[in-house]
């Protein structure tokens, strides 16, 4: 049995002392290679805290959280930031880039922030990258120099640079115009398809959610529904719906 790139197993999150506000409530998921999901649900749900944990960001009061088959609760910082940089990629709403460098330097970011040095190879490697989201023109230009849509095609070729094989995406289009939105939900689509990268996206837009082949809702911290678009808004429940694909 081929082991789920993510798993959640029993996580709860708690904030508080004394008086405990429970975010995450006995929260199970599992996400395949390749699926291409989204997680839904009312302000306060639990979806940012659920990223979070997922992301290696926050650690889960009790629960566990599996990345590529190896156990990260419990591990030092040091440990999981080198799980991080080999499994995750991160897009957010407000893109995190850094205004007074090129397109170019933020999409190397990753790497070079890593190595503590900028190679020619990372540099060819952001270059493929602004090519493929189309900005091969826009190398060289600042980050104050490009549309909203445009600094979110940097920030996804950031996501991608150094390869992981999961991406979550926080509101990747909450700030963009109607055309903007569709253009980032295409080129997410295209690397999910053609790469196998697994996406798991957070997003109040239905439009989004309709799009994806996987919809979890989650509502007070517990997972309500979890199966193909639709199902959340009809208030059903199914089993998680696994979609294993392999890069060509």
């Known amino acids: 049995m081929v082991e789920p790139l993510l798993r959640v197993d029993g996580v709860v999150k708690e904030y508080g002392r004394g008086v405990l506000t429970r975010a995450l409530d006995d929260v199970n998921l599992t996400l395949a290679g390749g699926e291409f999901a989204a997680l839904i649900g009312p302000s306060g749900s639990g979806k940012s805290t659920l990223l979070n944990v997922i992301g290696l960001l926050d650690s889960p009061t009790r629960g566990r959280v599996l990345v590529g088959g190896t156990v990260a609760t419990g591990q030092s910082e040091r440990s999981l930031t080198a799980l991080r940089a080999r499994t995750l990629g991160f897009v957010f709403q407000f ?32 270059r493929e990258l602004l090519v493929d989201v189309g900005l091969g023109d826009c190398a060289g230009r600042r980050i104050t120099q490009l549309s909203g849509g445009q600094q979110q095609r940097v920030a996804i070729a950031r996501a991608l640079s150094r390869r992981p094989p999961l991406i979550l995406a926080d509101e990747p ?24 990268t697994t996406f798991l996206i957070v997003t109040h837009d239905p439009r989004i959610a309709d799009r994806c082949d996987r919809v979890i809702e989650i509502v007070d911290g517990r997972i309500r529904s979890d199966g193909p678009p639709g199902l959340a808004s009809a208030g059903g429940s199914a089993a998680p719906v696994s979609v294993a694909r392999t890069a060509p």
């Open 173 to 196: 289009t909450g700030n963009l115009d109607t055309a903007s939105a569709e253009a980032v939900l295409l080129l997410m689509r295209r690397f999910n398809r053609e790469l196998g």
């Open 95 to 126: 893109h995190h880039l850094l205004p007074a460098f090129t397109a170019l330097e933020n999409v190397m970011l990753p790497a070079w922030g890593d190595a503590g040095f900028a190679s020619a190879e990372m540099m060819a490697r952001a």
